[in-house]
């Protein structure tokens, strides 16, 4: 069974730092291309960051630019999302997915697998 399931969610205070984790079973995340995205409460889903299968292609929102980095290591299977100085809009479900995909090719939409999220609070 193909599954993404995300971890390192938790509650912060303005200024803090989270560390989430994506990490995949049943298939190996070599040759497909990861995005990060986010629900706050009441909004539509957003993208957030992607990495390409490479790893040699990331891409970042306006809004998290310079605050978050989005890395991978395929031997773990896993694609992280670095979140430094973090603000309360930075609130919601982080929701990792997964399309195959050109090793250079960095994911907006149009994903194949998600995960099921991991809340990040940010208040004081």
């Known amino acids: 069974q193909l599954q993404l399931v995300e971890s390192g969610g938790g509650l912060v205070q303005p200024g803090g730092s989270l560390k989430l984790s994506c990490v995949a079973s049943?298939?190996?995340?070599?040759?497909?291309?990861i995005g990060w995205f986010r629900q706050a409460p009441g909004k539509e889903r957003e993208w957030v960051s992607c990495?390409?299968?490479?790893?040699?292609?990331?891409n970042y929102a306006d809004s998290v630019k310079g605050r978050f980095t989005i890395s991978r290591d395929n031997a773990k299977n896993t694609v992280y999302l670095q979140m430094n100085s973090l603000k309360p809009e930075d609130t919601g479900v982080y929701y990792c997915?997964?399309?195959?995909?050109?090793?250079?090719?960095?994911?907006?939409?149009?994903?194949?697998?998600w995960g099921k999220g991991t809340l990040v609070t940010v208040s004081s």
């Open positions: 990495i390409a299968s490479s790893g040699r292609m990331t």
């Open positions: 997915a997964a399309i195959k995909a050109s090793s250079w090719y960095c994911p907006h939409d149009g994903m194949d697998y």
């Open positions: 049943g298939f190996t995340l070599d040759y497909y291309a």
